[in-house]
């Protein structure tokens, strides 16, 4: 995990990103199965490190940029969110984030150009739903 203090340095430039990589991933990339690289660790809970936030989806972008120069493209890059991003959570189909994060973090790290979605690997562990949302009737099925 790229750890909180190094996201305003990874943000900036490539060539950091490129040394994180190269440090702390490249001499275990080829004995341990690696599928996620998390940047940041709950980074958007933390509001002593507000100025912070703004750096998370640059960072986030130097790093996959970092992977495919060494031609690592099999490495999720993700980050971590608490439950206290939300605003609301219930049900589902009103769930929002924070309005502090909503726009400036979480819509750029929507946009498939930046980050893309892969959702491939999401796997449906049972075909009964275990929530039917009492808004739009959808149904929610475990997701691991």
Not at 35 to 54: I, K
Not at 79 to 105: H, Q
């Amino acid at each position: 995990m790229v750890p909180n203090q190094a996201i305003v340095n990874i943000s900036a430039s490539e060539r950091a990103a490129h040394t994180w990589v190269r440090t702390n991933l490249l001499p275990f990339y080829r004995c341990v199965r690696i599928r996620t690289l998390l940047v940041g660790n709950e980074v958007l809970s933390d509001h002593a490190n507000r100025p912070t936030w703004f750096h998370l989806v640059p960072a986030m972008h130097n790093i996959k940029l970092a992977l495919a120069s060494l031609c690592i493209r099999n490495v999720k890059v993700s980050t971590t969110f608490a439950m206290d991003t939300l605003e609301s959570s219930f049900p589902l189909s009103r769930g929002t984030f924070r309005r502090d994060i909503a726009v400036p973090v979480v819509l750029p790290l929507l946009n498939p150009n930046l980050i893309p979605l892969d959702y491939a690997d999401a796997l449906f562990r049972t075909a009964k739903p275990t929530y039917i949302d009492p808004i739009n009737g959808l149904r929610y099925t475990n997701l691991q």
